[in-house]
C-alpha cells in the first residue's frame, strides 16, 4: 500500500489481527475469484507484479492459479504486511517479497507480463501517479487487474460497523473505513484506467455471502485489524472493547442471530496496455 497518514500504520498487531478476522470474511473468496480472473487473462507463465500484497491473501491464490513457471513479485510499502505475509505463506514455487511503494516502483520499465492489485488503488494518495506507475512497469499488451469495494450500501456490514464505530465520538470521528469504500464510482474507475493508458477495460461486479458464526468477528475484524484502532487510540475516549460489543449488537439486529451469511460486493477491473 502507498503511504498516506493513515494505512502507512498497518504496524505492530495488525496484520495479525487482518488476517485472522478479516481474511476469511473478506479476502479469500476474492482472491480466489481474481486469481481465476488473472489466469484467464494471463494464460502462460511470465513475470508478474503484485501492488499492495498485504498478508499474502491474494498472493497465495495467484501461485496457485497461474501456469506453472511463472514469477510473482509480491510487493507491499508495509514490512509488517510483507513480512507477516511471507510468515503465513511459506515457500510459494517463484514467488518473491520485495517492499515498495506503489507510487514509486523500483523495477524498469515494461518489466512485468501482468500487473495486479488487490483493494490497494483505494489507499494510494496519488491515483493518477499510481496507475502511471503500474502502465510503466508493464510491458505492451500486458495485463492490469485491479479491484476495489463497492459502496457502503453495497457492503452494509460495514455501513452499519463504522456508524457504531462514529457514534461514540461527537466530534472528529475515526474515518478509515470509509477509505476501502471509497472508489465505487466505475465510471471514475474506467476514467482512471483510460487516462493511464489502458484499453480494453473491462468491468465485472462480484457478490458473495460469507458465513459469521459470530458477529463479534467481523466488528473485530473491521475496528482492530486496520488502522480504525489507531485512530480509536489516539482519541483515547471510549475502550475498544466497548464499541466492538456494540457493533456485534447493531450487527445482530440488522442481519439477525448467527450463525448468518453476511452480503459484501467489489468491482473487478481487468484492462491491457497497448500492444505498441
Known amino acids: 500500500m502507498a503511504a498516506t497518514s493513515t494505512n502507512v500504520s498497518f504496524t505492530g498487531s495488525i496484520p495479525e489481527v487482518y488476517d485472522t478476522y478479516l481474511g476469511p470474511l473478506l479476502f479469500e473468496?476474492?482472491?480466489?475469484?481474481?486469481?481465476?480472473?488473472?489466469?484467464?487473462?494471463?494464460?502462460?507463465?511470465?513475470?508478474?507484479?503484485?501492488?499492495?500484497?498485504?498478508?499474502?491473501?491474494?498472493?497465495?491464490?495467484?501461485?496457485?492459479?497461474?501456469?506453472?513457471?511463472?514469477?510473482?513479485?509480491?510487493?507491499?510499502?508495509?514490512?509488517?504486511?510483507?513480512?507477516?505475509?511471507?510468515?503465513?505463506n511459506g515457500?510459494?514455487?517463484?514467488?518473491?517479497?520485495?517492499?515498495?511503494?506503489?507510487?514509486?516502483?523500483?523495477?524498469?520499465?515494461?518489466?512485468?507480463?501482468?500487473?495486479?492489485?488487490?483493494?490497494?488503488?483505494?489507499?494510494?494518495?496519488?491515483?493518477?501517479?499510481?496507475?502511471?506507475?503500474?502502465?510503466?512497469?508493464l510491458k505492451p499488451a500486458g495485463v492490469l487487474a485491479t479491484n476495489v469495494w463497492d459502496s457502503f450500501d453495497k457492503n452494509p456490514v460495514v455501513r452499519v460497523i463504522d456508524n457504531v464505530v462514529k457514534s461514540f465520538f461527537k466530534t472528529d470521528p475515526p474515518r478509515f473505513l470509509e477509505v476501502p469504500f471509497s472508489l465505487s464510482d466505475v465510471s471514475e474507475g474506467r476514467r482512471m484506467l483510460s487516462d493511464a493508458g489502458f484499453e480494453g477495460i473491462d468491468v465485472a461486479y462480484v457478490s458473495e455471502l460469507v458465513e459469521t458464526a459470530d458477529h463479534a468477528l467481523p466488528a473485530r475484524g473491521f475496528i482492530t485489524g486496520n488502522p480504525t484502532i489507531l485512530e480509536i487510540e489516539r482519541r483515547a475516549k471510549v475502550g475498544v472493547e466497548e464499541i466492538v460489543a456494540a457493533a456485534a449488537a447493531a450487527l445482530h439486529s440488522e442481519f439477525g442471530p448467527a450463525p448468518v451469511k453476511l452480503p459484501f460486493q467489489e468491482i473487478v477491473y481487468l484492462a491491457r496496455k497497448p500492444s505498441a
Do not use: W
Not at 473468496?29 to 501492488?51: H, I, N, W, Y
Not at 507480463?113 to 494518495?125: R, S, T
Open 91 to 137: 515457500d510459494l514455487p517463484g514467488v518473491t517479497y520485495s517492499q515498495a511503494d506503489a507510487l514509486d516502483l523500483p523495477f524498469e520499465d515494461e518489466s512485468f507480463d501482468a500487473v495486479v492489485c488487490q483493494f490497494g488503488v483505494m489507499f494510494f494518495p496519488d491515483k493518477a501517479i499510481g496507475m502511471g506507475e503500474m502502465a510503466r512497469a
Open 29 to 88: 473468496f476474492s482472491a480466489a475469484d481474481f486469481a481465476r480472473r488473472v489466469a484467464a487473462a494471463f494464460g502462460r507463465p511470465g513475470k508478474v507484479l503484485e501492488v499492495a500484497c498485504g498478508t499474502g491473501i491474494s498472493t497465495r491464490h495467484l501461485a496457485n492459479a497461474l501456469p506453472d513457471g511463472t514469477e510473482i513479485v509480491a510487493t507491499d510499502l508495509n514490512e509488517a504486511m510483507l513480512d507477516h505475509a511471507a510468515k503465513v
